[in-house]
């Protein structure tokens, strides 16, 4: 892990080729999440799939994502990232797969809880996005891993927005004698994607067994005792941005249904909007963050989007609720990849796993809460409180975030360190 210099070029660092192979698996895995994230809940409708049923299915994907983090972790430091992408990208291709061939409940819940069928990812790997991460960490430093998330990010956008407008094909297609069928032009699309992932990430090399961060000088117990601070205070904001997130996201689509009485036509292109603005912000922080540092970008996109949060529920006019989602949604979104980079820097390569998996799993539960949260706030005729809840986790995260991690952003030519500098480490190459 390293630092950059004041005064060091500003210009965006080529990247090894393993990186640009991870980069193209991502948008294309990301068209693929796109039109299922659309689609899937809408095709079990049509195949009279109760509420209820379709809920238990949602919940138990999520119950296999978080178990599969943390079941990768630890191992992905200790025998390499690939083999986890791998194993997900093959699984992604043989759930679609079955989900050509088969309409029964049996196929379609296990392609969807193996798989993450509905749930869209913006790209990343399932259960193993932060391993991905972890694989393109191994570059050189810290500004070339800084330009490679945010691009990683920016192309995850893309495909998101592309895959919702594909979303529209099953609407060109005729509805065939049987309830459903027209939906299922979404997995072949989402196949072919797939595999074209599953490819890249298949010659992409892994050079995780040859790369080890050393400090020179310290003792390696103390090192760890550092790093392991900084991994609990990552948990702890983690759980705060969690319970935001869960209580404003996924039930904001019933927020715009319930108070402008709008639907689909609406929601859709306005998701593939907030895709599109989302890659061009993302692009925006990588020149951003080569100028100012990671944590001042962070700090400022977030703490904008606070503001877009609370005036979403204040809205009057349908273009004004659609205006305050988009800069919100684009302005989160956007500190997706200096956030991933500021991740990366807390600990060495070597235990970038582990950082990655307590990072998605603090995330991830309390994730889970907010949604039940934010439904007995709107059954009970609350239709605000779940957005001036969210911005107290927000703002409370933020706070956080600064206060602990700010002293450790790489790409500041100035900080003061309290602790032992792990930033110093060398990178060692080990021959095989």
Request: proline letters at 5%; glycine letters at 10%.
């Amino acid at each position: 892990m390293t630092s950059v210099p004041a005064g060091a070029n500003r210009a965006a660092p080529s990247l090894p080729r393993a990186v640009k192979l991870l980069n193209a698996a991502r948008f294309s895995r990301s068209i693929a999440q796109g039109a299922l994230a659309a689609d899937f809940i809408l095709y079990l409708r049509s195949l009279h799939w109760s509420g209820s049923e379709i809920g238990t299915v949602l919940a138990l994907a999520l119950v296999f994502s978080v178990s599969m983090t943390l079941a990768g972790g630890i191992p992905s430091d200790r025998y390499g990232r690939k083999p986890f992408i791998l194993a997900y990208d093959g699984l992604y291709v043989l759930a679609c797969l079955a989900a050509i061939v088969s309409r029964s409940h049996l196929a379609l819940a296990g392609a969807a809880i193996v798989a993450g069928f509905g749930r869209g990812a913006n790209g990343v790997a399932g259960p193993f996005g932060d391993i991905e991460k972890a694989w393109i960490t191994q570059s050189a430093d810290a500004r070339t891993w800084t330009h490679a998330l945010n691009l990683n990010s920016t192309l995850g956008f893309l495909g998101m927005a592309i895959g919702c407008a594909s979303a529209a094909l099953p609407s060109l297609v005729p509805r065939g004698a049987e309830g459903g069928l027209d939906y299922q032009i979404i997995f072949p699309v989402a196949l072919t994607a797939g595999l074209f992932s599953f490819c890249c990430a298949a010659v992409a090399e892994d050079r995780h067994a040859r790369i080890i961060d050393a400090v020179p000088g310290q003792d390696e117990r103390e090192v760890r005792q550092f790093e392991n601070r900084n991994l609990r205070r990552l948990s702890l904001v983690n759980m705060l941005d969690g319970m935001g997130i869960g209580l404003v996201g996924p039930l904001t689509s019933y927020w715009f249904a319930a108070k402008f009485g709008v639907g689909p036509g609406h929601i859709g292109p306005m998701m593939a909007a907030g895709f599109l603005l989302a890659a061009a912000a993302a692009q925006l922080s990588a020149a951003l963050t080569r100028r100012f540092g990671l944590i001042p970008v962070i700090v400022g996109q977030r703490g904008a989007a606070i503001l877009a949060l609370l005036a979403l529920p204040l809205s009057t006019s349908l273009g004004a609720a659609i205006t305050a989602y988009l800069l919100f949604n684009t302005l989160n979104r956007a500190s997706n990849g200096p956030r991933a980079a500021m991740t990366a820097n807390l600990v060495r390569n070597q235990r970038r796993g582990v950082a990655g998996m307590i990072s998605s799993v603090s995330r991830q539960i309390p994730r889970s809460l907010g949604p039940v949260m934010a439904g007995l706030m709107y059954d009970s005729g609350f239709f605000a409180a779940p957005f001036a809840v969210g911005a107290i986790f927000h703002a409370g995260y933020l706070y956080l975030y600064y206060w602990h991690f700010g002293e450790q952003d790489p790409l500041r030519a100035e900080r003061t360190m309290m602790a032992p500098q792990t930033h110093g480490a060398e990178r060692i190459e080990m021959t095989t």
